[in-house]
């Protein structure tokens, strides 16, 4: 409420709301530790974050001990109200940034993290990626995050939530409090309905029918809610019931003053290691206290000189003047440097990329894929997660290069086709070891089968591989940054790939020729005629999972996989690329979908 009040009158009602809490790895914990108990301070959390990543780096490089979400202003309010540096700006307006030994020592601690035991890079993706595929111990996140990791397969029965650490001193576990209201506009002809439909959302009954529903979720905004023992059985609230904290809001909105204008600073602070930090608190208060027209009682005094003579202008024109001059020349300066990191950009992305004749193209696709949406969406959420962590860990492993995905397939290029093997292999093997939601499990499509001579043979989404080698033209696109590739290797792939059946990796005589690896257990399987393919292409089997059989490949040369209708069969390049011959390669593509419907999962 005081939050909704920046005037002294009420403009929001709360509706519901989020707070700063912590998810550890409980099982991690016990591992080092001997017992299950959360870090109480800052230093604390940091000595039990390094002991564990250092131990887990052994088996998993891109385990990290904490990790948070990107908005530094979040972490850093936390921080700052935990070591009595005050929330940048109180209740009253009053700013309490400043280079003062409890801020300096707030933000040093903040800063000692990034780069050690949190990486420097931060990204929401990211962020959720490694927490739930287990690649993290400490996780600051919002109060959503209790419900969502509960729903996660692989991480549920392995972590808890306790409230965040503070500075050692009784009561400076500070979580930070954000939320969602509800407000009237102003020209509204229907006030007193709107009105009365507010106060229905914002009732007892609602927000404790909103929140079970929710599973914990959307957090009530009554404290005493959470002493309702119905909410404190469920996924967010059932760990929040629990928790001891003093919540901390975020400075007040007054009118036409934003404080998160200047919370750049933050973020120099923390990934800056360069940046003095006594200097930069020093620049992050003088904003403040200019965005709240406030003076200073020991005022950073920047001296400047002005040299008078007997011109006709004003000392106001001079400093307009010097002004536009500045301007002019940090634009130009500013412009110079954009297309210079451009030009570099570009440089280093096309010089690290896979590309020359030694250069492998793989493209992937699950079997059955829109039966199992159609059927089974809920399970195939959390598989496809499961399914793309897989891929870009292995990725990641063999020095591939993620050229593109659309929906559940991949199109991935390897400096080699040993890297290519074996990232096709790892990925066969790793997908039996995953466990896949039950339900997805039930259908014939993805049940598991355990062979009395080799064991586990199949475990849950299948997936087909096609792979081949040769030199590819490519093409760097300024928008996204990345590479994209195009040309007769690229449609050889896709339609080698089109051939598999799930679980099944083909390859191309030339990729079998220049293999001859000790690792690589090769079956010729044929010759084959590809649509847009001259001549007949001769295709091998490489087997990576013991035990496995498959049926004949698929001989009807309009069967194609996903991405491979994404090319453009006239130039060979993207068709988001290409502006020719659009109308027909949109009936081609129709009639390709119709005539492959009897392959399920390739339409």
């Given amino acids: 409420v005081h939050g909704n009040s920046p005037n002294g009158y009420l403009q929001a009602a709360p509706w519901f709301f989020d707070m700063g809490a912590l998810l550890y790895r409980k099982d991690l914990v016990q591992k080092y530790y001997g017992d299950i108990y959360p870090p109480e301070t800052y230093e604390e959390l940091i000595s039990m974050a390094q002991t564990i990543q250092d131990g887990e780096r052994a088996t998993n490089p891109y385990f990290w001990g904490f990790i948070f979400e990107p908005d530094m202003d979040n972490i850093g309010l936390e921080f700052s109200a935990s070591y009595g540096c005050g929330t940048f700006v109180d209740g009253q307006g009053k700013v309490t940034i400043a280079d003062s030994e409890n801020c300096i020592k707030a933000w040093t601690m903040a800063r000692s993290m990034v780069g050690t ?30 419900s969502l990791t509960d729903q996660n397969a692989y991480m549920s029965s392995r972590f808890t939530g306790a409230s965040v650490p503070g500075s050692g001193l009784p009561g400076t576990n500070y979580a930070c409090m954000g939320g969602w209201q509800l407000a ?183 079997q059955n894929s829109s039966l199992l949406w159609s059927n089974y969406e809920a399970d195939m959420r959390m598989a496809l997660q499961h399914h793309n962590c897989v891929f870009r860990k292995s990725i990641r492993l063999y020095n591939g290069y993620e050229v593109k995905t659309i929906g559940d397939s991949f199109m991935i290029t390897f400096h080699s086709s040993k890297d290519a093997l074996q990232f096709a292999q790892q990925v066969q093997r790793d997908l039996l070891k995953v466990d896949w939601p039950k339900g997805l499990l039930s259908n014939e499509n993805c049940s598991y089968v355990n062979d009395s001579k080799y064991g586990n043979i199949w475990n849950g989404l299948r997936v087909r591989i096609g792979i081949t080698c040769g030199q590819a033209d490519l093409e760097y696109d300024s928008r996204t940054c990345k590479v994209d590739y195009f040309g007769q290797i690229v449609n050889l792939a896709a339609r080698v790939e089109g051939l598999a059946h799930g679980g099944q990796i083909l390859v191309t005589e030339d990729l079998y020729n220049v293999s001859n690896l000790d690792f690589a257990d090769f079956e010729y399987l044929g010759e084959y005629p590809l649509k847009g393919i001259k001549g007949k292409t001769r295709v091998y089997q490489f087997t990576t999972v013991e035990g496995r059989s498959f049926p004949p490949v698929k001989q009807t040369i309009e069967s194609t996989s996903i991405l491979e209708r994404a090319i453009c069969m006239k130039c060979m390049r993207p068709c988001n690329n290409c502006r020719e011959d659009r109308r027909g390669r949109f009936e081609s593509i129709v009639k390709s979908s119709i005539k492959s419907s009897s392959y399920a999962g390739n339409v």
């Fill in 117 to 146: 035991i949190s990486p420097g890079n931060i990204i929401d993706d990211f962020t959720d990626e490694s927490w739930f595929n287990g690649s993290a111990a400490f996780f600051r996140v919002w109060g959503k995050y209790f």
């Fill in 184 to 366: 009237i506009i102003k020209n509204s002809t229907r006030k007193e309905l709107a009105l009365n439909f507010i106060q229905f959302l914002v009732s007892e009954e609602e927000q404790l029918r909103r929140t079970v529903v929710s599973s914990g979720g959307l957090l009530p905004t009554i404290p005493r809610l959470f002493t309702n023992p119905t909410l404190c059985t469920l996924g967010a609230t059932r760990h929040i019931c629990s928790i001891q904290i003093s919540l901390v809001v975020r400075p007040l909105l007054m009118p036409n003053k934003d404080w998160r204008k200047s919370t750049k600073n933050a973020e120099i602070i923390m990934r800056n290691s360069t940046s003095d930090i006594p200097q930069q608190l020093r620049i992050w208060r003088s904003e403040l206290l200019t965005l709240y027209n406030q003076t200073d009682p020991q005022p950073i005094i920047i001296q400047s000189v002005i040299t008078t003579n007997n011109s006709n202008l004003s000392t106001t024109w001079i400093i307009i003047i010097a002004i536009l001059c500045s301007v002019l020349l940090i634009s130009v300066i500013g412009f110079a440097v954009y297309c210079i990191w451009k030009f570099n950009t570009r440089n280093r992305i096309i010089k690290a990329v896979p590309k020359g004749p030694e250069m492998a193209i793989l493209f992937t696709d699950i």
